[in-house]
């Protein structure tokens, strides 16, 4: 199970942070650590889009969009994924779902989900 958390609503220009707790995980294949993560989002009336993904490594990529000013990151001792987000723009506004993936971390695709937490950024 991947628990979101730390949505909001923020006025433009403002900080979050999202956070993804892994509980009574699907470790069969293993501990946290060893799980590709990433944060995904969708807007209303548009596709589910990657928004950043971290390794087994502590290797982090991001959608363009969000260079510069999103930062994922991990804590493997505490099963818990985050996303810092800075510099909010109101294009930000979407539900941001956690994601998991054993060990393949090479693209957007994952298998465990998340249930959401939402992100509303006003002008």
């Known amino acids: 199970q991947l628990v979101e958390s730390g949505g909001g609503s923020v006025p433009a220009g403002g900080s979050l942070r999202l956070s993804c707790a892994a509980s009574?995980?699907?470790?069969?294949?293993?501990?946290?650590?060893?799980?590709?993560m990433g944060w995904f989002r969708q807007a209303p009336g548009k596709e589910r889009e990657g928004v950043a993904r971290?390794?087994?490594?502590?290797?982090?990529t991001y959608t363009d969009s969000v260079k510069g000013r999103f930062a994922i990151s991990r804590d493997n001792a505490k099963n818990t994924l985050y996303l810092q987000m800075n510099t909010l723009k109101v294009e930000d506004t979407a539900m941001y779902y956690c994601?998991?993936?054993?060990?393949?971390?090479?693209?957007?695709?994952?298998?465990?989900w998340g249930q959401g937490t939402q992100v509303t950024v006003s002008s």
């Open positions: 994601a998991a993936r054993w060990v393949s971390c090479d693209s957007w695709n994952f298998t465990y």
């Open positions: 009574s995980y699907t470790y069969s294949s293993g501990s946290f650590s060893n799980y590709c």
């Open positions: 971290i390794n087994l490594f502590l290797t982090t």
